[in-house]
């Protein structure tokens, strides 16, 4: 239902899109995230928006240098990543369910109903 796109190697500083096309269902009416996942470490919950009243949490880690947003049209959306940093490599996913939290940080706890394979993010000079 969800593919993540727009990985690959970029150099300390530099920028990432990653997209999310999603099929079979309809990406506004659900709470959606954003995670990473390092091997051998816990995911991190990087974004989310939640379906019921809009609602967002981010990451204090990527907070000024990420954004999100959404094609309602193209039933995708995105992750601008800038800055980046060595420590922001990573799995990216994209997730999505039909419920909402609150407070909104609590959606980083729950494993979503839909998820993305992910899409390698690597940080290296």
């Known amino acids: 239902h969800l593919v993540e796109s727009g990985g690959g190697l970029v150099q300390p500083g530099g920028s990432l899109r990653l997209s999310c096309v999603a099929s079979g269902i309809i990406l506004e009416h659900y709470t959606i995230k954003w995670f990473r996942q390092?091997?051998?470490?816990?995911?991190?919950?990087?974004?989310?928006?939640?379906?019921?009243?809009?609602?967002?949490?981010?990451?204090?880690?990527?907070?000024?240098?990420?954004?999100?947003?959404?094609?309602?049209?193209?039933?995708?959306?995105?992750?601008?990543m800038n800055s980046l940093k060595p420590e922001d490599t990573a799995v990216y996913f994209c997730a999505a369910d039909g419920r909402s939290w609150w407070p909104p940080s609590e959606c980083v706890v729950y494993e979503f109903r839909y998820q993305g394979q992910g899409t390698q993010v690597t940080v290296s000079a």
């Open 38 to 80: 390092v091997p051998g470490k816990d995911r991190e919950g990087l974004y989310c928006m939640h379906n019921s009243d809009g609602s967002t949490y981010f990451a204090d880690s990527v907070k000024g240098r990420f954004t999100v947003s959404r094609d309602n049209a193209k039933n995708t959306m995105y992750l601008q």
